[in-house]
């Protein structure tokens, strides 16, 4: 007999758990591929943001038009947050969109308020990105924790059926019983099949999000230097 006919011949409380595992196979690698597309336009994103920001000619003003357009990239919607703080702060000292701003006229406790606000815009845009880019990714660390033990829960009903068999005596005892263990190595293959993707993928994502927080925070950094010295004085 071959797996599939082993699951189909299974205990019914064998087919449930066999039911169980698979369906969170199935939610796992949605999830991966999900998470995977999301990224793979993260990175894409921040790359081609990173490149329109750091253009020796490029205003503040085109840089914010051009990011209007990369909403995809956290790395984006922290300069977007941090460029409106600033003008909205600025107030009429901004003049209309596009136009130089008079850096002369702040004095140093202006600057300590401007950048203040746009420091506490920009960290509470980073919080935000990082949550999103988290979304979905907790449901891979509860499958890899879970699964395996759903497994060896029907490992341990199949060996109980084992022997309960085993206790009835009589003939033809190793044919009896060998359905049994066989449903048993099926539930643990099942749930180590479903724990082992899920549980790389988590790691592997852990460490891109702790990537694009990373850039997230230098960016910020240098976004709000860049303010402070070529634009407040």
Avoid: C, H
């Avoid at 300069?79 to 107030?91: H, M, N, P, S, T």
């Avoid at 724990?195 to 709000?224: G, K, T, W």
């Amino acid at each position: 007999m071959n797996a599939f006919e082993i699951a189909s011949d299974s205990d019914p409380f064998v087919k449930l758990v066999l039911i169980l595992l698979i369906a969170s196979s199935v939610l796992s690698w949605f999830v991966i591929f999900f998470k995977f597309m999301i990224f793979k336009q993260v990175s894409s994103q921040n790359k081609k943001f990173t490149d329109v920001f750091w253009e020796g000619d490029s205003k503040l003003s085109q840089v914010y038009q051009k990011a209007k357009n990369l909403n995809s990239s956290p790395v984006s919607k922290v300069f977007q947050a941090g460029y409106k703080e600033f003008r909205k702060v600025l107030g009429s000292k901004a003049g209309k969109e596009g136009e130089a701003i008079d850096t002369k006229a702040f004095s140093s406790k202006e600057v300590d308020i401007v950048m203040s606000n746009v420091d506490r815009a920009m960290r509470k845009e980073l919080m935000g990105e990082s949550m999103s880019l988290e979304k979905k990714v907790p449901i891979l660390a509860s499958i890899a924790s879970v699964t395996p033990f759903v497994g060896l829960f029907g490992t341990v009903w199949g060996i109980m059926n084992s022997f309960s068999v085993m206790g009835q005596g009589g003939a033809g005892m190793l044919e009896r019983i060998a359905p049994g263990i066989a449903e048993a190595l099926i539930a643990t293959a099942a749930g180590l099949g479903a724990a082992i993707p899920a549980l790389v993928a988590y790691n592997y994502y852990v460490n891109r999000i702790r990537s694009y927080r990373a850039e997230m925070d230098s960016f910020s950094s240098d976004f709000s230097n860049i303010l402070k010295r070529n634009f407040m004085g």
